[in-house]
């Protein structure tokens, strides 16, 4: 099957700084990624579908100015979560789609913990 | 809005029983998932049904989909402890392509 791969598996980070989680395809090339974040025992949550050079679009309610997401190859798509704060301490999932059925192969996850 | 209900959220069942996880979805679909993630760990893929009326079968575990209800299960049959996990179902949008999550299902098969 296709391998989704994240980095880091798991980043604590103090409040007011960035981080950046990576999301990489490793044996096929996504013009689409997808981003979710899960809050500990809740479900999977859509913050953003990312396009492989071309901005990416947001669910409703997720600001697009704290979470930047650049796809800049079609393997790589990278969420940088900026000003962190401990309410963005969560589970973060991506996605990449692939073939003609656009099926989603997620990745392992990154569990961020801001302090 | 695209709605997604599992019902129950939280199951509690002796090894060796039967038990059925509902999932309910609000609007059109052209494909329903079904996953199954561990404490801590990702997603794990169990099935796609893609048409209504469509049944897959896995060990213990077997999927369908009724599309006019707007419906799928996911049936157990004779737990065993390894089953415990949490179950998504996930419907995918016309178009966008987009997944959208149940409110999953704890379920703890007790030894």
């Known amino acids: 099957g296709a391998v989704v791969s994240q980095h880091p598996s798991r980043v604590i980070c103090k409040s007011g700084t960035s981080v950046k989680i990576e999301c990489r395809s490793l044996?096929?090339?996504?013009?689409?990624m997808f981003w979710y974040r899960q809050f500990p025992k809740k479900s999977l949550m859509l913050m953003a579908t990312s396009n492989e050079g071309s901005k990416a679009t947001y669910e409703q309610g997720v600001e697009k100015d704290k979470f930047l997401i650049n796809h800049a190859s079609l393997t790589l798509s990278t969420l940088t979560v900026t000003s962190a704060h401990p309410e963005d301490s969560s589970f973060y999932i991506c996605s990449s789609q692939r073939g003609p059925e656009n099926e989603q192969y997620f990745g392992p996850g990154t569990r961020l913990t801001v302090t | 809005e695209l709605k997604v209900e599992q019902n129950p959220l939280f199951l509690s069942m002796q090894e060796g029983k039967n038990y059925t996880i509902y999932c309910n979805y609000s609007t059109t679909s052209d494909r329903l998932y079904w996953y199954r993630q561990d404490p801590g760990k990702s997603l794990e893929s169990l099935f796609v049904l893609l048409s209504n009326g469509a049944v897959k079968q896995e060990g213990r575990l077997m999927a369908s989909l009724d599309t006019k209800a707007r419906l799928s299960t996911l049936h157990i049959t004779a737990a065993v402890h390894d089953l415990s996990a949490t179950y998504f179902c996930a419907v995918r949008t016309s178009g966008t392509y987009k997944y959208i999550f149940g409110t999953g299902t704890r379920l703890k098969v007790l030894a």
């Open positions: 044996d096929f090339q996504a013009t689409t």
